[in-house]
């Protein structure tokens, strides 16, 4: 299927977003780069996942995403704010996310 002009802004942001968070973690020292594994790991998963729920995203929630901030940090706060914060959350905190960006917007 072919992307439409929003779905490739998003998916531009968001790669921009991790190429970002990329070169920040590696100007990080190796202890404080192995300190956030966790992080880097979760944050890779995050842009996966979003990548992913592009295709099926509503064209109004995708404008509003381009709208708002670090879409990776907010998803990893998110996350890194659940109870237990399991694996299984995290694509759970994704969606509980984007279902937020539709409902404060709409």
Known sequence: MKQTPTEREFCRKISEELGSFRSRMLRKTKEDLFNSANEID?????????LEESRVLSEYVMQECLKAGSLLSAVYEKWNEMPGNAE???????????????????
């Open 88 to 106: 299984g959350d995290l694509t759970e905190a994704v969606l509980q996310f984007l279902n937020e960006m539709n409902e404060y917007t709409a």
């Open 42 to 50: 979760k944050t890779v998963c995050i842009y996966e996942i979003l």
